[in-house]
């Protein structure tokens, strides 16, 4: 039973002051005067006008704080997205005739699963690695195929992180014994599905294909669709880091002996 009914509360007594006394279902909202008083079994239910009332009902201060905080948000939303094309750029840059070399439509298998395994070891994040595969993918840098085994392999690095924070429980034997069979747990689910996933992919190519079967007739091959995202992203980060995306692909198709036809030796006008 709610307090309302079993202290009633006078006219004009809390008339001007928000309490749980004061509402009908004798609800408690955070700020009441009264809501370091109240007991568990004095809070009643709140409807769902009081709670779109209590989320939607804020002084000029209150929407001044929320305003902030969305563009805050927003803001460091923005510069996260623009962090993973720079980190895409970098890796074009950094490693694109490594990658030319090991990436081709003939690379081996096992070796684009390895190199997933290890990018994801180095960087802790797999979904580094894989936003990373993505846009080399997107670009024709990598190969639809390859970037299938690229995942695979990120999904497998990716055990190595929450091993290594089970094995900072070291200082108490009965958490680490937990912390530990988490872990297990987490590294079975991905060593078993890719363990399953992997000898389908490789013997029949389905989701090679199950991906080919998903883009709709009217594109055709060559043609590109630039996202939303990247059109407010791409403009900033080409100006801090422009990479030559035909590198890889020239590299990996053997149009091109090796990476010293993209770089000069000599320089010209000082």
């Not at 809390?14 to 408690?28: D, E, N, Q, V």
């Not at 003939?106 to 390895?114: C, D, Q, R, S």
């Not at 990716?158 to 680490?176: E, K, Y």
Request: aromatic share 8%; with cysteine.
């Amino acid at each position: 039973m709610s307090s309302a009914a079993q202290d009633p509360v006078k006219e004009g007594d809390l008339a001007l002051t928000a309490s749980r006394k004061t509402r009908p279902t004798g609800s408690t909202h955070f700020g009441d005067v009264d809501f370091a008083e109240e007991t568990p079994d004095e809070i009643g239910d709140a409807t769902w006008g009081e709670v779109a009332s209590a989320c939607c009902h804020h002084d000029a201060e209150g929407w001044a704080k929320i305003f902030v905080g969305a563009c805050g948000a927003l803001f460091f939303l923005y510069f996260f997205l623009f962090s993973l094309e720079l980190l895409g750029n970098s890796a074009k840059v950094l490693g694109g005739c490594s990658a030319g070399g090991l990436l081709s439509d003939k690379t081996n298998p096992v070796a684009g699963l390895v190199i997933g395994e290890l990018a994801t070891a180095l960087v802790q994040s797999s979904s580094t690695t894989t936003s990373i595969v993505v846009t080399l993918v997107g670009a024709e840098a990598v190969t639809v195929k390859s970037g299938i085994y690229l995942i695979m392999g990120a999904n497998i690095g990716t055990s190595v992180t929450n091993t290594i924070v089970a094995m900072g429980q070291m200082g108490s034997g009965d958490q680490l014994e937990r912390a530990f069979a988490g872990a297990t747990v987490h590294d079975l689910f991905n060593l078993l599905s890719v363990a399953v996933l992997f000898p389908i992919e490789l013997i029949t190519g389905y989701l090679y294909y199950l991906t080919k079967a998903m883009l709709p007739d009217s594109v055709n091959k060559g043609d590109k669709w630039a996202g939303p995202l990247k059109k407010i992203v791409s403009p900033l980060a080409g100006r801090v880091l422009k990479a030559n995306k035909d590198v890889i692909k020239d590299v990996a198709t053997k149009k091109v002996a090796s990476c010293d036809a993209y770089y000069p030796v000599t320089c010209l006008d000082g």
